[in-house]
């Protein structure tokens, strides 16, 4: 199974499941920066099944090469598929990838992407190749938010394996950010590790008090109040 071939099969899938009078609400929500085929969630992941099944004969750059063309497409659809290919294909992306994740998430950026590229696909690449942590280190600190809370978010489903003192100075260094996506990111990462941690998050809370947002306190302290 070529990229080619494979993205021809979504290609078609997706324009037969196209609606056209859904794709206005969509636009609209994501603030009309993409366009629509106008599918919903249950009938998108039905069309691209069969494209997930068979991305696993993909190699690593016959994956990349596919999530490109996915990405060069203008409607939304195509990226959300190609995020749903590299969940279910995580393993086979080395540090050779790298520089292709760092080129999706900076090429048309917008939660939806960022949400599971940050924790599913660069937190996968962190975990298997530890060295990537001084990556982190950069992209925390970066100007694009985007990469930022990628950082952020990498160690969401690490669960007890999370480095709790790494995820502490993520928040020290941006806790000073107006940015929302940077607020809300740093509060969904110690909420999460809230779950494994109460306590510790809970003391972090409160010796930055002054320091966190709102917003970043109500995420952080949602399931320990």
């Known amino acids: 199974m070529t990229e080619q071939l494979l993205f ?29 085929f106008g ?32 990405w060069g497409q203008a409607q939304r659809e195509f990226q959300y598929c190609a995020v749903d290919v590299l969940r279910k294909n995580h393993k086979t992306l080395t540090l050779q990838s790298v520089p292709d994740v760092h080129r999706w998430i900076t090429t048309k950026p917008w939660w939806d992407t960022i949400d599971f590229l940050g924790p599913h696909i660069v937190g996968s690449l962190v975990k298997r190749n530890p060295e990537l942590t001084s990556l982190m280190d950069e992209w925390v ?11 952020i978010l990498h160690q969401l489903m690490y669960k007890d394996q999370t480095d709790g003192e790494r995820l502490f100075r993520y928040c020290d260094l941006r806790c000073s ?14 909420r999460q590790y809230a779950r494994v941690e109460p306590e ?23 399931h320990l109040l």
């Open 200 to 222: 510790a998050v809970k003391n972090y809370v409160a010796a930055n008090e002054n320091n966190l947002s709102g917003l970043t306190k109500r995420e952080a302290l949602k």
């Open 39 to 70: 599918i919903r969630s249950p009938q998108r992941r039905a069309a691209q099944k069969p494209v997930l099944i068979e991305s696993r004969q993909l190699s690593e750059t016959g994956l990349a090469a596919f999530v490109d063309r996915c």
């Open 177 to 190: 950010d107006h940015e929302f996506f940077i607020r809300k990111a740093l509060g969904w990462a110690l």
């Open 141 to 151: 600190v970066d100007d694009n938010i985007w990469l930022a809370r990628s950082a």
């Open 8 to 36: 021809s099969k979504l290609n078609q899938a997706l324009r037969e499941a196209a609606d056209p009078d859904a794709a206005p609400a969509m636009e609209t929500y994501q603030r009309n920066q993409f366009k629509y």
